[in-house]
């Protein structure tokens, strides 16, 4: 095979201008262009295209990982189904959420809604369950946050046990939020009723979230420790450092970890039209070397998915959005 790593993307090369076939990579990203949900702004559907083409400029030796692209990586087509399914969803989501959440006699709306988010479960499950049967490692990209539901079920059938580490600014514990029993907003409550195997759930970044959902990662005892990001600011002011937090952090994750990165964890400087930008948050330089150290940690990573990218509306302005997380996704890889 002749290919330059340090030669620019060719036109109609793959994703981060690589050349691998599915057979010819170890590392497969599964695009999933689905936000039925979205309570506030939306367009994370068309995340896995914008960060397919800002892919292109990411330089691919990597100072920590190495050369990542030595593994294969090949990124599937969207699915037309699932795009068309998000779009039809949304078009009868969108009024309920606008009057701020369905109510009595919206029951058809909401099944309807719900109906279309199981169909997208039931094929990521399918997808990712094959892909990972034949021995490759599955990387999701959103979509919004509820798309990986699907692949931290296959992870957790194959491997028995994992450990989610979650970056966000959420809890995402809330009870079918505005109605809708698959919110994206509901992803993690929904992981730690319906996964049996998720054996920890860890959360970082954590930032913008209601009482009941307190109340619930509460409930799970130690199966869920909240990394609050005032607290963690909190103990730097005085003194603590990021590395110390960062060694709490993964101390309590299991050997097998799923990596479930909302970009909207990240400041909004490095996210600004995520469907739910909150002040605050990590900075880029913060959650890369926090998933550097969870590598060092000799932790396996078995998956990730990174979700809630969302391009901007101006097609003149650079793309800040599908930038940042085209290279995000290329450091999770390296987790891979
Ligand atoms: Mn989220």
Same mark, same amino acid.
């Given at each position: 095979?002749?290919?330059?790593?340090?030669?620019?993307?060719?036109?109609?090369?793959?994703?981060?201008?690589?050349?691998?076939?599915?057979?010819?990579?170890?590392?497969?990203?599964?695009?999933?262009? &689905?936000d039925a949900t979205t309570s506030?702004?939306?367009?994370?559907?068309?995340?896995?295209?914008?960060? &397919?083409?800002?892919?292109?400029?990411?330089?691919?030796?990597?100072?920590?990982?190495?050369?990542?692209?030595?593994?294969?990586?090949?990124?599937?087509?969207?699915?037309?189904?699932?795009?068309?399914?998000?779009?039809?969803?949304?078009?009868?989501a969108?009024?309920?959420?606008?009057?701020?959440?369905?109510?009595?006699?919206?029951?058809?709306?909401?099944?309807?809604v719900?109906?279309?988010?199981? +169909?997208?479960?039931?094929?990521?499950?399918?997808?990712?369950?094959?892909?990972?049967?034949?021995?490759?490692?599955?990387?999701?990209?959103?979509?919004d946050?509820s798309?990986?539901?699907?692949?931290?079920?296959? $992870?957790?059938?194959?491997?028995?046990?994992?450990?989610?580490?979650?970056?966000?600014?959420?809890?995402?514990?809330?009870?079918?939020?505005e109605?809708f029993?698959w919110s994206h907003?509901?992803?993690?409550?929904?992981?730690?009723?319906?996964?049996?195997?998720?054996?920890?759930?860890?959360?970082? !970044?954590?930032?913008?979230? !209601?009482?009941?959902?307190?109340?619930?990662?509460?409930?799970?005892?130690?199966?869920?420790?909240? &990394?609050?990001?005032?607290?963690?600011?909190?103990?730097?002011?005085?003194?603590?450092?990021?590395?110390?937090?960062?060694?709490?952090?993964?101390?309590?994750?299991?050997?097998?970890?799923?990596?479930? &990165?909302?970009?909207?964890? $990240?400041?909004?400087?490095?996210?600004?039209?995520?469907?739910?930008?909150?002040?605050?948050?990590?900075?880029?330089?913060?959650?890369?070397?926090?998933?550097?150290?969870?590598?060092?940690?000799?932790?396996?990573?078995?998956?990730?998915?990174?979700?809630?990218?969302?391009?901007?509306?101006?097609?003149? +302005?650079?793309?800040?959005?599908?930038?940042?997380?085209?290279?995000?996704?290329?450091?999770?890889?390296?987790?891979?």
């Amino acid at each position: 095979m002749h290919f330059d790593p340090d030669a620019a993307a060719k036109p109609g090369s793959g994703i981060f201008g690589l050349p691998h076939l599915l057979e010819d990579a170890r590392i497969v990203l599964l695009p999933v262009p &689905f936000d039925a949900t979205t309570s506030y702004g939306n367009g994370t559907a068309n995340g896995p295209d914008a960060i &397919f083409d800002a892919s292109s400029q990411v330089d691919l030796y990597h100072r920590r990982f190495g050369r990542i692209y030595e593994q294969g990586i090949h990124m599937l087509a969207p699915d037309d189904r699932i795009a068309q399914l998000s779009a039809e969803a949304r078009e009868i989501a969108v009024p309920l959420i606008e009057k701020g959440g369905a109510d009595s006699g919206d029951e058809r709306e909401v099944a309807r809604v719900n109906l279309a988010s199981e +169909e997208m479960n039931a094929f990521v499950y399918r997808q990712a369950a094959g892909l990972l049967s034949k021995g490759k490692r599955v990387g999701l990209v959103g979509g919004d946050h509820s798309t990986p539901f699907g692949l931290i079920r296959a $992870l957790a059938e194959m491997h028995g046990e994992i450990g989610i580490l979650q970056l966000d600014a959420h809890l995402d514990h809330r009870d079918a939020f505005e109605g809708f029993a698959w919110s994206h907003a509901s992803i993690m409550r929904n992981v730690l009723s319906r996964i049996p195997g998720v054996a920890r759930l860890v959360q970082v !970044g954590i930032r913008d979230f !209601g009482a009941s959902e307190v109340e619930f990662a509460k409930s799970q005892g130690s199966r869920c420790a909240v &990394f609050y990001d005032e607290v963690m600011f909190e103990e730097r002011a005085s003194g603590a450092t990021f590395e110390s937090q960062c060694k709490r952090i993964i101390d309590a994750l299991p050997e097998r970890v799923h990596v479930s &990165f909302d970009i909207d964890g $990240l400041a909004p400087s490095c996210c600004p039209h995520t469907g739910t930008p909150v002040p605050g948050g990590l900075a880029y330089n913060e959650a890369t070397y926090l998933l550097w150290k969870l590598k060092e940690s000799g932790r396996t990573v078995v998956g990730f998915d990174l979700v809630e990218v969302c391009p901007g509306p101006n097609e003149d +302005e650079p793309e800040l959005d599908a930038n940042v997380g085209a290279r995000l996704l290329y450091t999770m890889c390296g987790l891979l």
